[in-house]
């Protein structure tokens, strides 16, 4: 007998990511604005991020991170049928970024579509690609976080060109039967959440339907980080009630990586074992949506996370959004 839709579970068959060639360290920053090594080491962890090039766009950084999770799964672009890219830094205002590496890819029918959460838009995503999955809908998703924020900071505030990088993450689920216990492997809970009251706190002044400009990245990074530990932590915790887990079942914690205090409090929190934490922050800064899957590719690549594993995302940005998935490697 066969279980019911209830029972269908997207499974992690492939992950991939893409790095821009060009490494930007603190010490290079230091002769670009006024700021030291010892402050964003201090106050954030990071100590390398990676810039786009010429014609290294979103959608080329996706790509390439795309092919190589199909690579991984041992699947061509045409196995897809359900495309989704989180950005908030697409190619252009329209189309979609997804639909540029729908073509790139050589998909040639399902459906691609952005989906915007800024730095929770990988979290949004695979939420919502789990959800097509587990409606028999659509039978393998490609879900890819892909940003260039590089082309958002404003080079002469040194309080956010620190801070970010660019990249591009990606990872192929596919639609398998389980028993419907946390035993499956895949997604097993999503929690996203929002609260747009929060919107001046984190934001790019421009836009198409505004001034028609794209706009430079703003943050109050204090208030940003008042509320993050908070936030993140209780979709863990939404996470963990909705399938009888605790802090002690995690084999891996794979955060949204902006700053290592933040990831570190959120661990300490919740009792995460210190040895439990993938952190990439101090080598790509702060990517975005793409900062999850650069994390968790680099933990699969080099052996950390394996088939099995009990892994949990989360992420925090802005609007506000962010969210958690607990997903069984
Ligand atoms: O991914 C989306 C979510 N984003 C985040 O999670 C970011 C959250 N926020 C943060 O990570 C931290 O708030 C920051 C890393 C952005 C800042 O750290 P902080 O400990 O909150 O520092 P602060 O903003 O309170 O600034 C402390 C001081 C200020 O000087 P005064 O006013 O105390 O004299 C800043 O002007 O540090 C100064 N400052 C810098 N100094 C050297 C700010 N940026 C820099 C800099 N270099 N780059």
Redesign the pocket.
């Known amino acids: 007998m066969t279980s019911g839709p209830t029972h269908m579970r997207s499974v992690v068959a492939g992950i991939g990511s893409f790095l821009p060639a060009r490494k930007v360290s603190n010490a290079d920053?230091e002769k670009m604005?006024?700021?030291?090594d010892d402050?964003?080491v201090q106050?954030?962890g990071i100590r390398n991020r990676h810039i786009a090039g010429e014609g290294e766009t979103t959608s080329v950084l996706a790509t390439h991170a795309a092919n190589a999770a199909l690579a991984d799964a041992g699947l061509t672009g045409n196995d897809i049928d359900l495309l989704i890219v989180a950005t908030s830094t697409p190619d252009y205002t329209f189309p979609s970024t997804a639909t540029q590496v729908q073509a790139a890819i050589g998909m040639l029918h399902g459906a691609a579509f952005d989906v915007q959460a800024?730095?929770s838009g990988f979290v949004f995503a695979m939420a919502t690609a789990d959800k097509f999955l587990m409606s028999g809908s659509h039978r393998r998703a490609l879900v890819i976080g892909a940003e260039t924020f590089s082309r958002l900071l404003d080079w002469n505030d040194?309080?956010?060109?620190?801070?970010f990088g660019d990249g591009a993450g990606a990872v192929v689920l596919e639609a398998r039967e389980g028993a419907g216990t946390i035993k499956d492997r895949g997604m097993l809970t999503t929690h996203l959440r929002s609260d747009g009251r929060h919107r001046e706190k984190?934001y790019v002044d421009g836009g198409p339907s505004t001034t028609g400009t794209v706009g430079h990245l703003r943050?109050?990074?204090?208030?940003?980080?008042r509320h993050?530990v908070s936030m993140v932590t209780d979709v863990m915790v939404d996470a963990f009630a909705a399938t009888g887990t605790t802090a002690e079942d995690l084999d891996w914690f794979v955060p949204?990586q902006?700053?290592r205090?933040?990831i570190d409090a959120s661990a300490e929190k919740l009792g995460i074992a210190p040895g439990k934490i993938v952190v990439t922050v101090d080598q790509h800064g702060?990517t975005?949506a793409a900062?999850i899957p650069l994390a968790l590719c680099a933990a699969v690549k080099d052996g950390r996370i394996k088939a099995g594993d009990l892994v949990m995302i989360e992420?925090?940005?802005?609007g506000f959004t962010w969210g958690s998935a607990l997903i069984r490697w």
């Open positions: 920053l604005v006024d700021t030291t402050w964003i106050r954030t800024v730095c040194r309080t956010t060109c620190v801070l984190l943050m109050s990074g204090r208030d940003v980080f993050a949204h902006a700053n205090r933040i702060n975005s900062s992420a925090m940005g802005g």
